[in-house]
């Protein structure tokens, strides 16, 4: 019930004394939870608090241990998602539900009414995805889109069955800061026209501006109920972790001697659904954070694939690492010079999901295997061990397996694992991507101590906030295209986030430092944008 109505309303959804067990831990503890309609219901908590589990229940892919489920004052238990979606419930999940053999269109299609065609949802996708902002391609096979496309589809798929209650999980991440407008004011809308919305996000300023309640989780335990509007950032964190996580200190220092350098970096795409990376030039030196920034699709998955040494396709000269071509090594060849790289998939590239914490150390270190090339498990225990209590990452203990872990924490710990290497170039994709705002701290934290102790650092991400708080310069990536990089100090989020279309304007080209044709003024020194 909003603020200010009196009137005695049936609630949507009411969970009562929900409990769910597993072998290792409680993931939920006699929780309860109440969503009025029309109602946009934060759920916060730091990661393993036990949010995902509890959506899950709700959705029917999780069955409680103990508890009640009410849906529109009825008793009801969900036992599938099929069983879900008939009452109204659609949810966008963090890690993605979706079959990569398959097309965009085909994988919605699944989930909806079966006396649709497919070219009738097809049409139905392009229409929403105009609507809402959200750029896909129906025809694509899922196993050619970005992590942030795949969002996307899953994103356009709970709106095209039109749910009473929509769970949203960290649905944000993927978008420009003018598309998040957008898609506040359509859940703005659907909540006004009845629809209740579960919410699920890291990012406190978007829950105090789009919910009106908020239920706290903290070890599966509920400890707060609060209207977020009347609270502030720091306010929501002790309730969510119990303290306001630590302020940043971004020290100013000059960076030293050129670390990475990429000069005209041409790729043709892969795949037909790939995109053609186009004159990429940047550098990166030791001490200064670069940050690329651009909406999901655009060039960083190919990007990215060529720094670190999956894809070797590149001219030899066009990667520089301390002045050695690298364009046809390989990624253990990169990682003798030093380069080290946090992938975007976490499951599945960033890490073995049936191994084990401690085996998935061996993906990218190779300290514990003696000369005579036997494994020393022991030191390799002790190895994971360490990265677990310095990261704060919650799982059970080294032997635990990868897939076990909540997204936030398996992210704790592969950005834990590249650092703990004492990497001289660190390259990370969405460095804090899922991850709670006491940990993202410590994680940003992290990268500037890097960067404080010499290691030159390329943060790719699509959260600005996170670029502009570590980064001492900032690219743009869009169609394949790097824009000019800005000092931190000069740029602003509505620049950045009007780049990111595509939209900067460069003055005429001439000779640059770098030998080749690059802006005609300083590093920083960007021709403004008017709109």
């Not at 190919?302 to 999956?310: C, D, K, T, V």
């Not at 000069?490 to 802006?519: D, F, H, N």
Request: glycine share 10%.
């Amino acid at each position: 019930m909003n603020d200010g109505d009196k009137r005695v309303t049936i609630p949507r959804l009411q969970l009562a004394h929900i409990t769910k067990r597993y072998p290792a831990v409680v993931a939920n503890s006699d929780v309860s939870l109440t969503v009025q309609p029309g109602e946009t219901h934060a759920v916060l908590g730091e990661n393993g608090a036990g949010k995902s589990t509890l959506m899950k229940i709700i959705y029917g892919s999780v069955k409680p241990d103990e508890g009640s489920v009410m849906w529109n004052g009825q008793p009801v238990h969900i036992r599938n998602p099929q069983e879900a979606r008939a009452l109204g419930i659609s949810m966008v999940f963090q890690h993605f539900s979706l079959f990569d053999t398959l097309t965009v269109a085909e994988n919605v299609w699944l989930g909806l009414d079966k006396s649709l065609t497919l070219n009738q949802v097809t049409h139905s996708i392009t229409a929403k995805a105009a609507e809402y902002g959200l750029d896909i391609d129906p025809s694509r096979p899922v196993h050619t889109l970005s992590v942030g496309e795949m969002q996307r589809v899953e994103i356009i798929r709970s709106l095209l069955t039109n749910p009473k209650l929509l769970i949203l999980d960290e649905p944000t991440s993927v978008l420009t800061p003018q598309a998040v407008e957008k898609l506040f004011v359509v859940l703005k809308k659907l909540a006004s026209e009845g629809c209740s919305i579960l919410y699920i996000s890291h990012k406190l300023h978007e829950i105090r501006e789009l919910c009106n309640a908020c239920t706290v989780l903290r070890g599966g335990k509920v400890t707060g109920v609060c209207n977020p509007q009347q609270e502030s950032n720091a306010s929501l964190s002790r309730l969510m972790i119990g303290a306001e996580p630590p302020a940043l200190e971004h020290h100013e220092r000059k960076p030293g001697e050129s670390v990475l350098r990429v000069e005209g970096l041409n790729l043709p795409r892969e795949d037909q659904f790939g995109v053609d990376l186009d004159g990429i030039s940047l550098e990166v030196r030791a001490g200064e954070v670069v940050g690329i920034a651009g909406v999901s699709g655009n060039g960083q998955q190919e990007l990215l694939y060529a720094l670190s040494g999956e894809d070797t396709r590149a001219q030899a000269s066009t990667i520089q690492v301390f002045g050695k071509g690298v364009g046809r090594f390989g990624p253990a060849h990169r990682r003798h010079l030093g380069v080290h790289f946090v992938p975007e998939e976490r499951l599945g590239r960033g890490a073995v999901p049936s191994l084990s914490l401690a085996h998935n150390l061996m993906l990218t270190r190779t300290d514990s295997v003696r000369k005579s090339g036997w494994i020393d498990v022991k030191a390799l225990r002790k190895q994971a061990q360490d990265i677990i209590a310095k990261f704060n990452v919650k799982a059970g203990g080294p032997d635990a397996a990868a897939r076990s872990l909540s997204g936030g924490n398996l992210q704790k710990f592969i950005v834990g694992r590249e650092i703990d290497a004492n990497p001289k170039l660190l390259i990370v994709s969405q460095p804090t991507w899922g991850v709670d705002v006491g940990a993202a701290a410590q994680i940003r934290g992290e990268i500037l101590a890097l960067r404080d102790a010499g290691c030159a650092v390329l943060v790719v991400s699509e959260e600005l906030e996170e670029l502009f708080e570590v980064c001492d310069r900032l690219h743009v990536i869009a169609k394949g295209r790097l824009s000019p990089s800005v000092d931190r100090a000069r740029a602003s989020v509505t620049q950045i986030g009007e780049w990111m279309s595509g939209l900067w304007v460069v003055k005429p080209l001439r000779e640059s430092a770098t030998g080749r044709s690059g802006p005609a003024r300083p590093e920083g020194q960007v021709e403004p944008h008017h709109a």
